[in-house]
């Protein structure tokens, strides 16, 4: 029992809002010891997981690159294009990655896109051009932008990978499956994926058009009231 350990120290310190790595590695440690092993084999465990895990230091190597390419000018970059783009405004433009984002994560390449290597530099800030070009280029908009920016990069990936076969949430859902008897393979699963995808970008897509027609009244409000 002592081994369950680890679950109450992942549930306290998510309730204390704690970081989660820590709270991961403290309950990792907490239920290696509790399950009777030194501390040296929980640290050897821990290195043996890092080691066949290394890719995880990928990000180490992008963002340093993120951070470069912003300093020498990308979100300008990326806003200059956009206001020479006729006809663009935020809602199309993110229903446009919102579709790239579902065909990326239904090919299971999850990670060509994402909030730090695209939402950050280059997604937001070419819908917030785009915002500023239908006239409304106020501090509260460009952050409701932002916002939405990132919900739309979270809703392709959520509804776009189940899609994919060989991703985690299909495996763990074939597993389910089959503890309770039923036997599906993830083909299966990965069909009955494709219609909850196309009512996600409907719905989603449906909220960005209507933001796109929020952004027109308000710039026209604020026209009226020049």
């Known amino acids: 029992m002592w081994v369950l ?43 043996h997981a890092f080691n066949e895990t290394r890719y995880v230091t990928a990000v180490y190597m992008i963002l340093p690159v993120i951070a470069l390419l912003e300093r020498r000018g990308l979100q300008e970059r990326a806003r200059a294009l956009v206001a020479g783009l006729r006809g663009a405004t935020t809602g199309r433009l993110l229903i446009g990655y919102l579709l790239f984002r579902q065909i990326m994560a239904a090919l299971g390449l999850t990670s060509v896109a994402g909030p730090a290597q695209t939402v950050r530099p280059l997604v937001a800030p070419m819908a917030e051009a785009a915002a500023e070009r239908q006239g409304d280029g106020s501090a509260e908009t460009a952050e409701k932008v932002k916002a939405m920016a990132a919900a739309t990069d979270t809703v392709g990936l959520f509804f776009g990978e189940d899609i994919f076969i060989a991703i985690g949430s299909i495996l763990l859902m074939k597993g389910v499956l089959d503890g309770y008897g039923i036997h599906l393979e993830p083909f299966q699963l990965s069909i009955w994926a494709i219609p909850t995808a196309i009512a996600a970008f409907v719905i989603h897509g449906a909220r960005l058009m209507l933001l796109d027609r929020r952004l027109s009244r308000r710039a026209g409000e604020r026209g009226a009231a020049r």
């Open 5 to 47: 350990a680890g679950i109450v120290v992942i549930a306290g310190g998510f309730l204390l809002r704690a970081h989660p790595l820590l709270v991961i590695i403290v309950s990792a440690a907490v239920t290696g010891l509790a399950a009777g092993l030194d501390p040296v084999r929980v640290l050897a465990t821990f290195g």
